[in-house]
């Protein structure tokens, strides 16, 4: 099993950007595909991105592709999510995520192990 931990949100204006990181602790790090997902109020949990347990490879929504970088440090058992040119529409709590091989799922409902969230709030 694998304990996940959120930091990094805030309030910040239209443009700038944030960086979201999630620690985890453990069974071994490396052994977990990672994502990271978001719900606004009112609506349903949705994919933001997903990284594989090597961190060569990524996949990202539409709607932030070109704007967010997902990354993670084996030696500090965490994962990051780098967001730029941020906007009011990706205010929503983000949620860090895991699951063990395959990498690749957008589905929520596929992975077992969550965060607590930490709230991204952009001001337009």
């Known amino acids: 099993q694998v304990q996940l931990v959120e930091s990094g949100g805030g309030l910040v204006q239209a443009g700038g950007s944030l960086r979201l990181s999630c620690a985890a602790s453990g069974r071994t790090f490396s052994s977990y595909a990672m994502g990271w997902f978001r719900q606004a109020p009112g609506k349903e949990r949705e994919f933001v991105s997903t990284?594989?347990?090597?961190?060569?490879?990524?996949q990202y929504a539409d709607s932030v592709k070109g704007r967010f970088t997902i990354s993670r440090d084996k030696a500090k058992n965490t994962v990051y999510l780098q967001m730029n040119s941020l906007k009011p529409e990706d205010t929503a709590v983000y949620y860090c995520?895991?699951?063990?091989?395959?990498?690749?799922?957008?589905?929520?409902?596929?992975?077992?192990?969550w965060g607590q969230g930490t709230q991204v709030t952009v001001s337009s």
């Open positions: 995520a895991a699951r063990v091989v395959p990498y690749g799922s957008r589905r929520p409902d596929e992975y077992p192990y």
């Open positions: 990284i594989d347990r090597t961190g060569v490879s990524a």
